[in-house]
């Protein structure tokens, strides 16, 4: 009897798999607090990186707890800007602002029989780093 219980618990595994998770931040509440966060760290920024936008540390609000997370490297996007995390004072308190992308211009956006044309006559490329955009 033990085998088709087995059976069950592989199947079940294999199927669990495909299913992906949300993203790191997505859905996530806004959150607005009454009482200021604490000063953010002091971290060292460092210099300017070809290709890549620096995202300062900041104070996230997980479980009622501050927990601070480091300033990483994010890669840069074409036609998007990089909004800075961090706390900001709003009427009713002060709300997180998560880092995140904003699409800042639409001219990836091709309009009639000009986009055919420009899409034959573009060479294929690789690009390493589309997985991440």
């Not at 009897?1 to 495909?18: E, W």
């Not at 002091?42 to 479980?63: D, I």
């Not at 709003?90 to 420009?118: C, M, P, Y």
Request: charged share 20%; aromatic share 12%.
């Amino acid at each position: 009897m033990k085998h088709p219980l087995s059976i069950a618990a592989i199947i079940a595994g294999r199927f669990s798999s495909l299913v992906k998770p949300p993203p790191k931040h997505q859905g996530m509440p806004d959150i607005v607090l009454k009482n200021a966060p604490p000063a953010p760290k002091q971290e060292a920024e460092p210099g300017p990186r070809a290709g890549l936008v620096w995202s300062p540390g900041f104070w996230n609000y997980v479980g009622g707890w501050y927990v601070w997370e480091a300033g990483h490297w994010e890669l840069d996007r074409a036609d998007q800007s990089y909004l800075k995390p961090g706390w900001q004072k709003v009427i009713h308190g002060w709300k997180l602002q998560r880092g995140e992308w904003r699409v800042t211009s639409v001219s990836f956006i091709k309009k009639g029989n000009s986009a055919k044309d420009q899409d034959s006559a573009a060479e294929a490329h690789y690009d390493p780093l589309a997985a991440f955009r």
